[in-house]
């Protein structure tokens, strides 16, 4: 029997008495009062803790993980304010040589810049070389003249941009992925660098909605050792008579992982988004993916199979019809971002038994986007708080790459809806450590006899420090069924 036994713990959701808690096998067996539980035998791993606080791992519910794992080796243009700055960056990066036949940068933001997007500045910037950035939702590229005839060949259909240069939503979806497809080898390696850093800010668990099916990719991750996280991989319509054909079900365990890997979701995409400007609003502007009864039929497909909706809203107009086809399904599931609701849609998600998968760092990212563009109706715009007391189940993510990979930047961000100095946006939908800590775990605040030893160590009560100090939270050991996936202890 392995045995681990930690000293000297404060349980997170307790009074944090000191506390003993013996692991074996895989589960929590013991707990006693510090000083009270002796190793059973000599190969128990004896884990002096200092007094560090334990609580349940924590999970990111929403992720595109091949995308979060290229991202950190593309140019970060976050922080560039115009397209003018961002096509200079690139222009210094492209001068020191670029080794792949693609220069690439993410994360640009437009939704304030001073002057548009002109595809000349990338041509300018890189001459000779096809140049896209992606945007920070995703949504939308931004590419010179020589990416755009580059992507057309890729994908096998011409890619019409006009003097911007910008692809929007399912022309941008396709370049992405054909970013996407470097050699196994290489992702595999960025994706196994990604899960240490993961777990390394306490993370066991994902949800995996990378628009390619991922489970087998993830099966030959497992085998090949790359083994800190649990992972639920979602499907999209595109591979969902795939999936069926699999006699896959949401929940289910994929074969000779562990128990690691599980199916996940039915993904399904109804709008744009907010800083692209095509997220579907009730006043008839943004883009809608798809008709009401197409969207029923699809969903009620997945949902006979065995499979839980997941279903990208993002505008207002999005979550009215997202919530419309959980009413027409009779399924629960959860609704994804759920960024601008209608007032009388807000009690529609615990009425309905729909889950709010939200990322709260977004509404960090563009407040400012959202008071420009949703003028007058930011009031309804991430409104965590109002869903909590409607009895909404808030599920937290980061949505990354689109924010960090980081429970606790999102934990932050929904406690107080403040960052970098600034008085909180809409302060009133600020949410309590208590919600964002059940939204960030499996549930459960704290940890009990009979638990799967999914766990984190971390070195202040996160129920009770400030929303900066969500963001710094040190954390010192992270496991999964009692095997360290990281540690400083």
Aim: one cysteine or more.
């Amino acid at each position: 029997m392995t045995e681990i036994l930690l000293r000297t713990v404060r349980r997170v959701g307790t009074s944090g008495a000191p506390a003993d808690v013996r692991i074996a096998d895989g589960l929590v067996t013991e707990i006693a009062p510090a000083g009270t539980l002796d190793p059973a035998g000599p190969d128990t791993e004896v884990v002096e803790t200092a007094g560090a606080w334990l609580g349940p791992g924590l999970r990111d519910h929403h992720t595109h993980f091949d995308q979060w794992a290229l991202v950190r080796r593309r140019v970060d243009v976050s922080g560039c304010d115009s397209a003018e700055s961002t096509a200079d960056l690139l222009a210094a990066v492209a001068r020191t040589g670029v080794p792949d036949r693609v220069l690439i940068g993410h994360g640009y933001r437009d939704g304030l810049w001073p002057t548009p997007a002109r595809r000349e500045l990338l041509d300018q910037a890189a001459p000779g070389l096809p140049t896209v950035v992606i945007s920070g939702d995703l949504h939308a590229v931004w590419c010179n003249a020589l990416a755009l005839a580059h992507f057309s060949a890729l994908v096998g259909r011409s890619l019409e941009a006009g003097a911007d240069g910008i692809l929007r939503e399912q022309d941008a979806f396709d370049v992405t992925g054909a970013l996407s497809q470097v050699p196994d080898d290489l992702l595999d390696g960025y994706v196994a660098d990604a899960v240490e850093a993961a777990a390394a800010r306490g993370v066991t668990g994902i949800v995996d909605l990378e628009m390619r099916f991922g489970l087998d990719r993830w099966t030959r991750r497992i085998h090949a050792g790359t083994d800190s996280l649990r992972v639920a991989s979602g499907v999209y319509p595109a591979e969902l008579d795939a999936a069926i054909s699999r006699g896959l079900r949401t929940g289910d365990v994929v074969d000779r992982t562990r128990g690691l890997l599980t199916m996940g979701p039915f993904k399904v995409v109804t709008d744009g988004s907010l800083g692209t400007r095509t997220a579907a609003m009730a006043d008839g502007s943004g883009v809608l993916a798809w008709e009401f009864d197409d969207l029923v039929a699809i969903t009620r497909r997945a949902v006979d199979a065995g499979l839980v909706p997941a279903i990208h809203a993002i505008g207002d107009r999005a979550n009215t019809l997202a919530l419309d086809v959980f009413e027409a399904v009779g399924a629960r599931g959860t609704i994804e971002h759920a960024q601008l609701l209608a007032d009388t849609d807000v009690e529609r998600f615990a009425r309905l038994g729909v889950a709010a998968s939200v990322q709260p760092e977004h509404a960090m990212d563009d407040r400012d986007i959202a008071d420009r563009h949703w003028a007058g109706r930011t009031d309804r715009a991430f409104a965590f708080a109002s869903l909590a007391r409607a009895g909404a189940r808030l599920l937290l993510g980061s949505d990354a790459p689109v924010a960090p990979l980081d429970p606790w930047v999102s934990m932050a961000a929904a406690v107080g809806r403040d960052r970098d100095g600034r008085d909180p946006w809409h302060p009133a939908e600020r949410v309590s450590a208590l919600a964002a800590w059940r939204g960030s775990t499996d549930g459960r605040v704290g940890v009990a006899v009979g638990d799967v030893a999914d766990l984190v160590l971390v070195e202040s009560d996160p129920l009770a420090v400030s929303s900066s100090g969500l963001r710094d939270m040190r954390v010192l050991a992270t496991a999964i069924a009692g095997r360290f996936t990281y540690s400083e202890l």
